[in-house]
């Protein structure tokens, strides 16, 4: 599986947007990239994917860099409840599985 | 109420015993997934199912088996059990095989080996 790298832990203010960057250099044609979030106590929650172009959905807005070798999450305006870790991973096309590295973990302060 | 469910939601047990945590996907989910989650090791991936089939293994020890049923319900059972099997276990499924679906994740069963 090719390698994703996102800093550790990140801190925003609420109601201000959040940018979480992954790169991701060794990134294949088919590779999809794949953001997720887990809540304390709780599983991970699927929150956005794409593959080259840029995708909004109700949660967030994923931005995917040209050469497709770094992408950046966008929380457009962050509330507490979106304290958790962010996981940027990648899946190729047939290799199913969700592999996890460390994730950023986003702390907000109110 | 992400549809997966996982029982039972807290599990207790001693060294040496054996234990069975239960799994139901997403209705129309082909795909079950098993991940175990301590503290100091992050998500790992354990064993995928799917439509009955293993489909691909991970870092599952040779003491932990799982199956997935007809009706596509999945069991990983966890035997002899040591302290360090103590673990949140999260299941969860995908509709079909191939593509980059959304994966739904259950609240998982936290496991304590005593």
């Known amino acids: 599986d090719a390698k994703t790298t996102q800093p550790n832990s990140m801190e925003s203010n609420e109601e201000e947007p959040v940018h979480l960057p992954c790169n991701h250099s060794?990134?294949?044609?088919?590779?999809?990239i794949h953001w997720y979030r887990q809540l304390p106590s709780q599983g991970p929650e699927y929150v956005i994917h794409g593959l080259t172009s840029n995708v909004n959905n109700r949660m967030a807005s994923l931005a995917i860099a040209e050469d497709r070798k770094s992408s950046t999450l966008i929380l457009h305006r962050a509330t507490l409840r979106d304290a958790a870790v962010y996981y940027c991973?990648?899946?190729?096309?047939?290799?199913?599985?969700?592999?996890f590295g460390t994730g950023t973990r986003l702390t907000i302060i109110p | 109420d992400s549809g997966v469910t996982q029982t039972p939601k807290h599990l207790i047990t001693a060294t040496g015993q054996r234990v069975t945590l239960r799994c139901s996907p997403r209705s129309g989910d082909l795909s079950v997934y098993w991940y175990q989650q301590s503290l100091d090791q992050g998500l790992q991936f354990l064993i995928q199912?799917?439509?009955?089939?293993?489909?691909a293994k991970g870092n599952i020890l040779e003491r932990f088996s799982a199956q997935q049923f007809p009706d596509l319900h999945s069991e990983l059972n966890l035997s002899s059990l040591e302290l360090g099997d103590s673990a949140l276990y999260f299941c969860?499924?995908?509709?079909?095989?191939?593509?980059?679906?959304?994966?739904?994740f259950g609240s998982g069963t936290r496991l304590t080996v005593v």
């Open positions: 199912y799917y439509n009955g089939e293993e489909r």
């Open positions: 969860a499924s995908s509709e079909r095989q191939g593509g980059p679906l959304g994966y739904t």
């Open positions: 991973i990648l899946t190729n096309f047939g290799n199913e599985k969700l592999t």
């Open positions: 060794t990134i294949s044609g088919t590779d999809y």
